[in-house]
């Protein structure tokens, strides 16, 4: 049986472009229709229940998320399209499969569309990370990570309950991992924090945030416009 999909923008020839980046990348793929805003989106996941939802953000009747708020059993079939990084890790919140930006990279588009009909097997190799000590190797759970603090060569892991992991290797080595697609922010030179652990931002002493465990950590001036957008998108 084929793997179906629709597409949700509200430029018609978004639309277009990205049908004909699907078509190159995953021709296995069959399209049910598509949509330009939230009331007609709504009537053809119905209709159709598709595998895969190709959604823009911004649309004129409403936006993706009012979407997601309609259709809550489908969110996982989400990849999210859209021209701006502004709202990534409120998708990942709302439990959305990907989000990409325009103009669409093919390797990406490729890579999120597996993510999708692969579900079961990549959303246990995402739940994971294998942290490396000078004693052992040991997998964790990313969320129960609530935020790392890079220690010269070293970087030091904070849990959720309350113990501490030494890791023998810096803080730059684990960007790639604990990103924005699974609420991670980078908010100074030596920290990266859990965006789900977050208490509150302090404006006094520079900027730091509270975090649920308790925890204060330092925002730099160059991250605080983005921690700034983040959490006034929240």
Aim: charged share 30%; net charge negative.
């Amino acid at each position: 049986m084929k793997t179906t999909y629709i597409v949700i923008d509200d430029q018609k020839l978004a639309r277009e472009s990205l049908k004909a980046d699907i078509a190159e990348v995953a021709p296995e793929l069959s399209l049910l229709g598509e949509a330009d805003g939230v009331v007609s989106a709504v009537k053809l996941i119905k209709a159709t229940k598709p595998d895969i939802i190709f959604l823009d953000i911004e649309m004129n009747d409403g936006d993706g998320f009012d979407l997601l708020d309609i259709i809550e059993e489908n969110r996982q079939k989400i990849i999210f399209i859209t021209g701006s990084k502004e709202y990534a890790i409120k998708a990942f919140r709302y439990n959305a499969r990907d989000y990409l930006l325009k103009p669409v990279d093919q390797e990406e588009l490729s890579l999120a569309i597996q993510k999708v009909i692969d579900k079961p097997i990549i959303k246990s190799a995402e739940n994971s990370i294998s942290l490396s000590t000078t004693e052992e190797i040991r997998p964790v759970k990313i969320q129960d990570i609530v935020r790392l603090e890079s220690v010269g060569n070293y970087t030091q892991f904070y849990f959720s309950d309350g113990s501490k992991l030494l890791i023998t290797r810096t803080l730059k080595d684990f960007e790639h991992q604990l990103n924005p697609s699974n609420g991670f922010l980078r908010v100074h030179q030596s920290h990266l924090v859990n965006a789900y652990y977050i208490n509150a931002f302090k404006k006094s002493d520079g900027g730091y945030l509270l975090m649920k465990d308790g925890s204060m950590v330092s925002v730099s001036v160059r991250k605080r416009a983005e921690l700034m957008d983040f959490l006034n998108n929240c």
